[in-house]
């Protein structure tokens, strides 16, 4: 029976927190792993953690965690201006390392770590998991096939929850200074770009807007008033490389129906992307996503996805589904020495793309994407 790679989680808050949320509950549903340390801010809450997830070993120190003999996969789920001193002694240590999307709070901090991971020779994985989505995967394998013919336009809405009614909560109040590097722009606009490129190819030049719609926004637990200076509204327009022309609307605050919608047309018929739901007013990444099609002018109708696309054990919760189907796709790079998840020269490149969409704002003109 082969050894299950072992497992150190940052950020491993018992309370709250992305980790919580999904790195946990998938890593204790999967076989391939076993979750051997934790890390948190403070010893208490580490201890917790530990006791609550079965780790054996817990620090306040997440460098004493990425030198542990016992770890061998590193988890980073903290707040984005935290990552690169993070990942940085993990990957000294030769470890195997996960972080969370967005992969630095700047693309000179991505640039780095993407440096520093190629000489480490280990595997690493940047955390969009929107990819493994199992709607996503038959989606993909559908448009290379040419199931609705050669692709002539590409519709992108997606809006989410955050900062509806003028509110937000505490901890994210983080998310609403630019500097941060975990805005609107970098983690909707982040994880939709992604699944856009992922799906269709890179995107060549590109126009783009950027406003603040709601300056100030409530603090829900404090009632203290905060400024907003990161973008929660973003317009994008342009074409792929293959001459396929894309739009594409992101933006926060909305009250209503938070949803995301990918709409891909071809000459034979469409097919889409929906993610919609209660937790789709966080972002396509932790919603379900399905999939529909209508072709020659029929009605849209649901394409479930194959049994085959379902790789990871079943969870009920769709935020731990699609972050376990990437363990599971990790473990099998680890494994086998295969390179099939988003990387950190994915996350590199993704971070590279925003630039193109701020430079296009500040300049007013169309963008050619860099090389």
């Given at each position: 029976?082969?050894?299950?790679?072992?497992?150190?989680?940052?950020?491993a808050?018992?309370?709250r927190?992305w980790?919580?949320?999904?790195?946990?509950?998938?890593?204790?549903?999967?076989?391939?792993?076993?979750l051997?340390?934790?890390?948190?801010?403070?010893?208490?809450?580490?201890?917790?953690a530990?006791?609550?997830?079965?780790a054996r070993?817990?620090?306040t120190?997440?460098?004493?965690l990425?030198?542990?003999?016992?770890?061998?996969?590193?988890?980073?789920?903290?707040?984005?201006?935290?990552h690169?001193?993070l990942?940085?002694?993990?990957?000294?240590?030769?470890?195997?390392?996960?972080c969370e999307?967005?992969?630095?709070?700047?693309?000179?901090?991505?640039?780095v770590?993407?440096?520093?991971?190629?000489?480490?020779?280990?595997?690493?994985?940047?955390g969009?998991q929107?990819?493994?989505?199992?709607?996503?995967?038959?989606?993909r394998?559908?448009l290379?096939s040419?199931?609705?013919?050669?692709?002539?336009?590409?519709?992108?809405y997606?809006?989410?929850?955050k900062?509806?009614?003028?509110?937000?909560?505490?901890?994210?109040?983080?998310?609403l200074?630019?500097?941060?590097?975990?805005g609107?722009?970098?983690?909707?606009?982040?994880h939709?770009?992604d699944?856009?490129?992922?799906l269709c190819?890179r995107?060549?030049?590109?126009?783009?807007?950027?406003s603040?719609?709601?300056?100030?926004?409530?603090?829900?637990?404090?009632?203290?008033?905060?400024?907003?200076?990161?973008?929660?509204?973003?317009?994008?327009?342009?074409?792929?490389?293959?001459g396929?022309?894309?739009?594409v609307?992101?933006?926060?605050g909305?009250?209503?129906?938070?949803?995301?919608?990918?709409?891909?047309s071809?000459?034979?018929?469409?097919?889409?992307?929906v993610?919609?739901?209660?937790?789709?007013?966080?972002?396509?990444?932790?919603?379900?996503?399905r999939?529909?099609?209508?072709?020659?002018?029929?009605t849209?109708?649901?394409?479930?996805?194959?049994?085959?696309?379902?790789?990871?054990?079943?969870?009920?919760?769709?935020?731990?589904?699609?972050?376990?189907e990437?363990?599971?796709?990790?473990?099998?790079?680890?494994r086998?020495?295969?390179?099939?998840?988003?990387?950190?020269?994915?996350?590199?490149?993704?971070?590279?793309?925003l630039?193109?969409?701020?430079?296009?704002h500040?300049?007013a003109s169309?963008?050619a994407?860099?090389?």
């Open positions: 029976m082969t050894e299950p790679i072992r497992v150190g989680v940052i950020g808050g018992p309370e927190g980790a919580r949320t999904s790195h946990l509950p998938a890593l204790t549903a999967l076989a391939d792993y076993e051997t340390a934790v890390a948190t801010t403070r010893s208490g809450s580490a201890r917790r530990a006791e609550l997830y079965g070993h817990h620090f120190d997440p460098a004493r990425s030198g542990h003999p016992e770890v061998d996969l590193v988890v980073v789920a903290v707040k984005t201006p935290d690169a001193e990942v940085t002694p993990a990957l000294e240590a030769g470890k195997h390392v996960y999307w967005p992969l630095a709070r700047t693309t000179k901090e991505a640039e770590l993407a440096a520093a991971a190629g000489r480490s020779g280990a595997h690493h994985a940047v969009l929107s990819r493994h989505a199992p709607a996503v995967r038959h989606a394998r559908l290379a040419g199931a609705i013919g050669r692709i002539t336009g590409i519709d992108v997606a809006a989410r929850a900062g509806a009614g003028g509110t937000v909560t505490s901890d994210a109040v983080y998310t200074d630019r500097g941060n590097g975990a609107t722009l970098e983690v909707a606009g982040g939709t770009l699944l856009l490129e992922h190819g995107v060549g030049r590109l126009s783009a807007s950027l603040v719609q709601q300056p100030r926004l409530t603090v829900s637990d404090t009632a203290e008033s905060v400024g907003v200076t990161g973008a929660d509204h973003i317009l994008i327009g342009g074409y792929l490389v293959t396929v022309p894309v739009s609307h992101i933006h926060d909305k009250t209503g129906h938070a949803r995301t919608r990918m709409e891909f071809g000459t034979r018929g469409s097919l889409a992307l993610s919609e739901g209660p937790a789709a007013g966080h972002g396509i990444q932790v919603s379900d996503i999939l529909y099609e209508s072709m020659a002018g029929d849209w109708r649901e394409v479930p996805a194959p049994p085959a696309y379902r790789t990871a054990v079943d969870v009920p919760d769709t935020a731990v589904r699609n972050v376990a990437l363990y599971s796709a990790l473990a099998r790079d680890i086998t020495g295969s390179r099939t998840v988003p990387d950190f020269e994915t996350g590199l490149g993704l971070h590279l793309l630039d193109t969409v701020r430079s296009a500040r300049t169309c963008q994407r860099e090389a």
